[in-house]
């Protein structure tokens, strides 16, 4: 194995991450803005405000992302194992 294998590798790993993620941190970060924009027109500052809507955001892109999140680091997952043999001979 040489140092391009591991960059790619190390590359694919970091990409494969921002895949998964992509969908949460955006949701979460759309109900944030939104809830910040309420708090702000109504002058509520309320600290469950704003960590609710974020909590049950963050489960319901659970709910309906979360089997494709995980067969996308299942495949991934298996890719690099059935690609030790070949790195390491």
Do not use: H
């Not at 895949?19 to 955006?26: E, G, H, N």
């Amino acid at each position: 194995m040489d140092a391009s294998q591991v960059f790619t590798y190390g590359q694919q790993g970091l990409l494969m991450l921002l895949t998964v993620s992509a969908p949460m941190l955006v949701v979460i970060l759309v109900v944030g803005v939104l809830v910040s924009i309420f708090q702000a027109a109504t002058q509520i500052n309320e600290a469950t405000l704003s960590f609710v809507p974020k909590l049950l955001a963050a489960v319901a892109v659970c709910a309906v992302a979360g089997p494709w999140m995980m067969q996308t680091l299942v495949d991934y997952l298996r890719n690099m194992l059935l690609a030790i043999p070949q790195a390491a001979g």
